[in-house]
């Protein structure tokens, strides 16, 4: 098969609105971790001098890192990222508690990281609810606590959506699960460093958050564990984050998060309102100049950079691809982009018909992001959606029809 | 294996996406078939104007899918543009991927439904015309019918 591809070479400047997908690593932080690479590249676990400074320097990341979610430095631990978190403070939970319990609560909306680690443990004889959410994509903390039960171990609800964006009454849902007794995970990995999450307030025992979603490198991310809430590890080996996660810490990569999670905390509010502002744009754009379009998510209570809409009688990945060619770097939850049957679980649990949820894009933005930008994607999206009816069958029926 | 998703289509397959072929659809057309379902994600409606000696004089297509999808019936469309309904016939799910170089895995099933898409407008004329085309069968899909078979290979991306 001939896969050599040359599309994409004559390419305008990309326009890259896929930032729940992954972002840019900011300069300060990529220069904040490359003498990590070459010149202080000890081992933090040696006794001497030299791995010393690399062990001082990662205490100081996990401060920084701690500091943006209200926790205490010892209560963090370095992980891979997102996804390894998550199955840590599953898997383990539901390990170190099978005694007390096998039931866990989750929701419909879950990234898979957290969906598959359920699935996996359900095979395994836990009994997992996924909790149903509104047509906005809302968790009912009603429901939730209706959901409990005597053998109930672990609730773990996504914090804010990597599809739709929408943020879950976390310190709502956490109140009910502290006064119940159980215990409380969150899935933060889109929030962290975008939205304010305060631990305590909030009452999370345990939190999972990724360093290339703010700015930092991939493959690094943490678990917050909450003190006293002491959860075996999920990987074995050496003594290194004080026995819980072993594995030679990848210190250039914690250098990196620690300082992304510094800037991202210091920028917070004045990133959010600038990026709220460009994607309210986006938003207005795409539904004023696109008949048949409809945002899907919750209007308000969504995080600052994400818009997902759905373009009816098109489907997504040709759509993801003809704006491709235009410059515009977006993503998609029809099934066809993912080579399942079925298109993204999310948009379904939010209650879109297939057909609808086919025709669906994420628009994720940054503040680097300019309105031009922004002004552009609309355009293209337009054009694009334009073509794409005009060779769309059930378009031609629904003009037929009349109903279009 | 390629771990980039996106280069997982071929040059022509980008090509016949980008710039389709006879994309459109004819006015009282001969014959007229659309296959595949909204649900999966993909319907193709091929439309055929064939003269009196059974030669495909014009065929237009429209798609509602991804783009293997579009590329798959745009490229079916030149396949039997000219031809004789008998070499329409005989055009495979394997000849438009051959001349596409070559599908993803996850992919293929819209070839599939290239293939159907081409029985079903072929069928569609000859019950206008009152003819038996030797070896054309009736066409199973319909847009408001259930699923059809995929070809499928559980693999997912996700961020
Ligand atoms: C909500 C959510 N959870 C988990 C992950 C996985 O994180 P990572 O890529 O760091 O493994 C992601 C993104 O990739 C995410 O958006």
């Not at chain 1, 929030?191 to 939190?207: R, S, W, Y």
Request: charged share 25%; hydrophobic share 40%.
């Amino acid at each position: 098969m001939n896969i050599k591809r040359t599309y994409g070479t004559n390419m305008p400047k990309t326009i890259y609105l896929d930032n729940a997908a992954t972002t840019a690593v900011k300069r300060e932080v990529f220069d904040a971790m490359a003498p990590y690479f070459t010149e202080q590249y000890g081992n933090p676990s040696s006794i001497h001098e030299f791995g010393a400074r690399c062990g001082v320097a990662c205490d100081e990341a996990r401060a920084k890192v701690a500091k943006v979610i209200g926790a205490n430095p010892q209560e963090i631990y370095f992980t891979s990222g997102g996804t390894e978190s998550d199955n840590w403070a599953i898997k383990s939970t539901a390990y170190a508690k099978k005694e007390k319990g096998r039931h866990i609560i989750t929701t419909r909306i879950e990234h898979h990281a957290v969906m598959e680690t359920c699935e996996f443990l359900k095979r395994d004889g836990f009994d997992v609810t996924f909790l149903d959410v509104d047509d906005q994509g809302l968790v009912d903390p009603a429901k939730l606590e209706a959901a409990i039960r005597p053998d109930t171990i672990l609730i773990s609800v996504i914090y804010a959506n990597n599809e739709i964006g929408t943020v879950q009454p976390i310190a709502e849902i956490g109140r009910i699960a502290r006064a119940r007794g159980v215990l409380f995970h969150t899935d933060a990995v889109q929030a962290f460093g975008h939205v304010p999450i305060d631990v305590d307030a909030e009452n999370i025992d345990l939190l999972s958050a990724s360093g290339h979603k703010i700015h930092g490198p991939k493959g690094i991310g943490f678990l917050y564990m909450r003190k006293g809430v002491k959860l075996p590890p999920l990987m074995h080996g050496g003594h290194h984050e004080r026995g819980r996660r072993a594995g030679t810490l990848n210190v250039p990569g914690i250098v990196g998060l620690g300082k992304a999670a510094e800037i991202a905390g210091a920028e917070m509010a004045a990133n959010a309102e600038r990026v709220t502002a460009l994607r309210d744009r986006l938003i207005k754009g795409m539904l004023s100049e696109i008949p048949h379009s409809r945002l899907n998510g919750h209007p308000t209570k969504r995080l600052p950079g994400n818009a997902n809409l759905s373009f009816r009688f098109v489907e997504g990945e040709s759509l993801l691809m003809m704006v491709d060619e235009k410059g515009v770097s977006a993503s998609t939850g029809s099934a066809c982009a993912s080579g399942s049957l079925d298109p993204s679980h999310v948009l379904l649990a939010i209650g879109l018909p297939h057909e609808i949820a086919h025709g669906s894009l994420r628009f994720s933005l940054s503040e680097d992001n300019t309105e031009e930008e922004i002004d552009y994607a609309v355009e293209a999206v337009r054009e694009v959606v334009e073509r794409l009816r005009s060779m769309s069958p059930l378009y031609e029926d629904a003009v037929k029809a009349g109903g279009a | 294996m390629n771990t980039s998703t996106k280069l997982e289509y071929s040059e022509k397959v980008v090509d016949h996406f980008t710039n389709p072929r006879n994309m459109g659809s004819i006015e009282n057309a001969s014959g007229v078939g659309t296959v595949g379902n909204a649900k999966c994600g993909d319907i193709m409606r091929v439309y055929l104007d064939i003269d009196d000696g059974g030669f495909i004089r014009d065929v237009k297509f429209k798609t509602f899918g991804c783009g293997a999808a579009i590329a798959t019936s745009s490229m079916a469309t030149e396949l039997v543009k000219g031809k004789h309904i008998k070499d329409a016939l005989a055009m495979t799910n394997k000849s438009v991927m051959d001349a596409l170089d070559g599908l993803p895995q996850v992919k293929i099933h819209c070839s599939l439904l290239a293939e159907e898409a081409m029985h079903a407008a072929l069928w569609d004329y000859a019950q206008k015309k009152g003819i038996t085309i030797e070896g054309l069968k009736k066409p199973k899909s319909d847009i408001h019918e259930d699923e059809h078979d995929h070809d499928h290979v559980a693999e997912e991306e996700e961020d």
